[in-house]
């Protein structure tokens, strides 16, 4: 059982590293750097629409490794995990769910990838923060001798 949730440990670190990775290819996407305040207006239309493209496939595959990610990691906490840990750590993951959907839905309005680029940054620094709050002390329960 213990060699199970090393395996756990150790794929909820590789996500992790990969939902990293994503991000910063996101936050790269923009050649012209995302503290350009104008927005997207000042690159040419052509390159509007393929960095909007880019930019929001990438964010897609970001959403979908993350839910994965957190059902994965709610499956993890089944069985050892106190009752306040799991609410908690799950009130986490819709924070993050939130805050994507909400990238997304401006996105969507505006075509905006500067604003996106920056709330994925906010992502980035809420994902470090949950792994520090919940998902180290997740790996702490898993680890545990049962």
Same mark, same amino acid.
């Given at each position: ?11 909820? =670190? ?5 939902? %990293?990775?994503?991000?910063? !290819?996101?936050?790269?996407?923009? &050649? /012209?750097? *995302? ?12 390159? =509007? ?5 880019? %930019?929001?496939?990438?964010? !897609?595959?970001?959403?979908?490794? &993350? /839910?994965? *990610? ?77």
């Amino acid at each position: 059982m213990s060699l199970i949730r090393e395996e756990a440990v150790e794929r909820m =670190q590789r996500d992790h590293q990969k939902m %990293i990775a994503l991000i910063e !290819r996101i936050r790269t996407t923009c &050649t /012209l750097g *995302h503290e350009v305040t104008d927005g997207c207006n000042i690159c040419p239309p052509g390159q =509007q629409q393929l960095c909007h493209g880019n %930019i929001e496939q990438q964010i !897609r595959n970001f959403i979908e490794v &993350t /839910l994965k *990610h957190n059902l994965m990691e709610s499956l993890y906490m089944e069985q050892g995990v106190p009752a306040a840990h799991r609410a908690a750590h799950n009130r986490a993951h819709v924070a993050i769910a939130e805050q994507l959907k909400s990238i997304r839905v401006v996105l969507a309005e505006d075509g905006n990838c500067i604003l996106a680029i920056t709330g994925i940054e906010r992502v980035l620094t809420t994902l470090q923060d949950h792994i520090a709050s919940f998902d180290e002390q997740l790996e702490a329960y898993l680890l545990a001798p049962a």
